[in-house]
């Protein structure tokens, strides 16, 4: 997957040394568990994104557990500590639910980094067992303080739902300037081709301080802040059958605020409070523990996590 992005090859070894490092601690403190890689590549960098999730026991001592040389399980101690030296972002949630570990191994393209966006997001997507192809897919574009993002779930699962939802991810590049109204329009009259699915598009515009929502079918949007928690609203229908309107909702966006989009692949009963401190942590850590906790064993599931500058 290092390759096949373009990571050189110092940068594809330290990936290989995290992936390891995130593996063994998985099998050796939490009994197994998932790992979750996703990877980027922009004219400003080229970027692998690693997840590892567990469900054991947690770790009791974080402080302690990122120095080079402790540890309770009979290893040499250099996981976590080798995991934070060779990551550009590093991440680590931990509860008694179990562990959740986020490196991020990066590339420069140029010498002109871009400046830090007002917005950080992450997405992850998990296909049903046994299928390679996921009915979930999701595309996002950032310009200025304009962020736009959007979430599709083709109807089913395997490679003919998958085809559903990458022609709407294809719409959604193709005229991603457009408003999220538009652009759900558009993705009905492409998908009438295709099994159908389900989408949500959130615009997001930092210096407005707005949020524009539209949405059909079973995409489930929240945005989350200090100081309000707010559902957002998808009409019912299949994209390329059954669409009766589409309308667009706008509200406020708080400078902390954080947006959830998910597939009906996750379980729509998850309470942030009942996971102190996971808020702060970095929007790939949220999505997984998310995907980790609430997803349905029996579909695809997606999860994706928008946080504002204050946010972060």
């Known amino acids: 997957m290092a390759a096949s992005l373009g990571l050189n090859e110092k940068k594809s070894g330290e990936t290989a040394i995290v992936i390891t490092e995130a593996a063994r601690n998985a099998v050796v403190y939490g009994g197994g568990g998932q790992l979750v890689l996703s990877g980027i590549k922009s004219k400003h960098e080229t970027r692998m994104d690693i997840v590892a999730l567990d469900r054991g026991p947690g770790i009791a001592d974080l402080s302690r557990a990122l120095q080079d040389g402790y540890s309770t399980g009979g290893t040499p101690g250099t996981g976590l500590g080798a995991i934070k030296r060779m990551a550009e972002v590093f991440d680590v949630f931990s509860n008694a639910k179990g562990t959740a570990i986020f490196a991020r191994i990066a590339q420069p393209e140029n010498e002109h980094r871009s400046r830090k966006s007002s917005v950080e ?150 309470d942030p409070s009942r996971y102190p401190g996971l808020l702060a942590r970095q929007p790939a850590l949220i999505a997984g523990v998310l995907l980790r906790d609430f997803r349905r064993e029996r579909d695809d599931a997606s999860v994706l996590v928008l946080k504002g500058a204050a946010a972060i």
Request: negative net charge.
């Open 121 to 270: 997001l992450a997405g992850l997507v998990s296909p049903i067992a046994g299928e390679t192809a996921s009915g979930d897919n999701m595309a996002w574009e950032m310009n200025g303080d304009r962020c736009i993002v959007m979430m599709a779930d083709g109807l089913g699962h395997g490679p003919i739902a998958a085809e559903a939802a990458d022609e709407a991810v294809r719409v959604f590049r193709a005229y991603s300037n457009e408003s999220p109204a538009s652009l759900i329009s558009r993705m009905h009259d492409a998908l009438k081709k295709t099994r159908g699915a389900a989408a949500a598009i959130a615009e997001v515009r930092t210096l407005a301080g707005t949020l524009t929502y539209a949405g059909v079918g079973n995409i489930s949007g929240s945005i989350l802040s200090h100081t309000l928690s707010r559902s957002l609203v998808s009409h019912n229908g299949t994209l390329g059958h059954v669409m009766a309107r589409v309308q667009e909702f706008k509200v406020e966006w708080p400078k902390d605020g954080i947006l959830v989009m998910h597939s009906d692949g996750l379980q729509s009963r998850w």
